[in-house]
Each structure stands twice: as structure tokens, then as C-alpha cells.
């Protein structure tokens, strides 16, 4: 089963009750053997770390890729954390902080693409937004 990495983003409640202010980026591992509830399965893992810590709400997963590190995890185990104090809403922060400033499809600039491994059936290119599938024989047969 291939492992992932993903990116989650949490907005904690601050001494005096409220929800605005302080985020938590966090990043976990996953094996997963169905890349198509990849999404689901990160959100539940992230909605249950909300739940158990009773003091923050999930509000993104940010981005997720596949690596390789067999052996190396246990599922769902936390990679990094980091906390932000600002005050800004959860909708204001996550626009500030993680916005893609990357082309929608750097060959049309005259770039050439620089593909990475995304997911098992999946390529992602560094510089801009495209993707393409992964090529297999299996689903080579299938089309």
C-alpha cells in the first residue's frame, strides 16, 4: 500500500473561548491502499485530531502526496506542527497562506513541465497546475 504525506490546517480556540487567531498547520503520514478516498480518509483522521484536542475545528486539508517510506510510520502519525497567532478568520488566512501562485499550465509560457509522483495514478508538475495520469499496463489495457 503506498504511504501519503498531507497538509491539514486547524483553527484552535485562544484563552478566552473564541475561534479566531490561532492556526495549527499539521502534517501526518497515511498508508492507504484506495487512492480514490484518499480526500475521506484524511478528513476523518483530521475531524478526529479536532475532536480528541476539544479545542480546535479542521478547516482545509491544504495538499497531500504520495512518498516512500514503507516500514518507516505508523498511520496517521504527525510529521510537523506549527502554530500561527494572527487575527485573521480562518477564510482570510488560508488565502494569505497558502494561495497557489502557480501557472495553470506552464507549457503555454514556454516552460517546460517538471513532473513529480503525486499518487499512485497521478503525476503533478512543480511549476503549474496541471497533472497527467500515470501510464500502467494496467490501465493501458483498460482504454
Known sequence: ???YSAKILFKHKTKNGEVKGLFEERMIVLNVDNESKLETIITDFANTYAEETGNCKFIELIDYYEMDCSGIFDNGQEIFSKMYSTNLT???FTKSHYF??????????NCVHSWYKHTENKYKCYYCRKTKQIRTK????AS
Open 100 to 109: 497557489d501562485d502557480r501557472l495553470n499550465d506552464c507549457s503555454k509560457h
Open 1 to 3: 500500500m503506498p504511504w
Open 90 to 92: 480562518a477564510d482570510k
Open 138 to 141: 494496467k490501465n493501458i489495457s
